[in-house]
């Protein structure tokens, strides 16, 4: 069964510090993986695609990793801002059109003044 | 605007009584899929459609029907809802679903079921 794991389940950091987020999958075929940003009420908005071959794809000041090795990700926000406050999503999408989409629990970030 | 919109974004209603939930999406995308939050649960796909006249179960397909006649709409249908349906729905579209392809997501529809 395909499974993306998330942690830690959530954190809260002071404003300008930074932080990362860990995603672990267990998804085949692997097709690409996304992280997806969500505020409280509304719908995810995307910050970053990667497929196979990728390592690390940046967003601003947000960056995501790739090890296709390990089947683990990680999000990395440099600077943190309050309106960074929210839940970020890994999703890993599977077979070969990428169709089918596993999302993981989610990280929820407190950014504190 | 580029946008992808849903109807209703609230609404509480009683066991057994069929209802829909419209999504539509104005970026002439080919790729469409609903999905159910729930606390502790995530995001789960419900369906998707690749094209017009091709949708496909995602993970919890039960005691849902979608339909894709057009490219711009896909609406999702409980034909007798439960209140374990009650959830929050999300409507999503992309050109397509791999590569790298962004995934626009719609504002939610907060179903109740009594």
């Known amino acids: 069964k395909n499974q993306v794991e998330q942690s830690p389940q959530s954190l809260i950091i002071l404003e300008g510090k930074n932080c990362t987020l860990q995603c672990n999958y267990t998804v085949s075929p692997f097709s690409n993986l996304r992280w997806y940003k969500q505020d409280t009420g509304r719908g995810p908005v995307s910050l970053t695609i990667?497929?196979?071959?990728?390592n690390t794809k940046s967003n601003g000041r947000y960056t995501a990793t790739l090890d296709a090795d390990t089947k683990q990700s990680s999000l990395h926000i440099t600077a943190s801002q309050l309106s960074d406050s929210a839940s970020y999503i890994c999703?890993?999408?599977?077979?070969?059109?990428?169709?089918?989409?596993?999302f993981g629990g989610g990280t929820r970030v407190l950014v504190k003044p | 605007e580029a946008q992808v919109t849903q109807n209703p974004r609230y609404l509480i209603t009683v066991t057994g009584k069929k209802l829909t939930v419209t999504c539509s999406q104005n970026m002439n995308h080919e790729y469409m899929s609903w999905y159910r939050q729930d606390p502790g649960l995530g995001l789960r796909q419900i369906y998707y459609?690749?094209?017009?006249?091709?949708?496909d179960k995602g993970d919890v397909p039960e005691g849902y029907k979608v339909s894709r006649k057009e490219k711009r709409n896909f609406p999702l249908i409980l034909e007798s809802p439960s209140p374990n349906q009650t959830s929050l729905y999300f409507c999503?579209?992309?050109?397509?679903?791999?590569?790298?392809?962004?995934?626009?997501f719609g504002p939610g529809t907060r179903l109740l079921v009594l």
């Open positions: 999503a579209s992309s050109f397509g679903a791999s590569r790298q392809e962004t995934q626009y």
């Open positions: 999703v890993v999408s599977a077979g070969a059109a990428g169709n089918k989409l596993t």
């Open positions: 459609s690749m094209n017009v006249e091709v949708t």
């Open positions: 990667m497929t196979f071959s990728e």
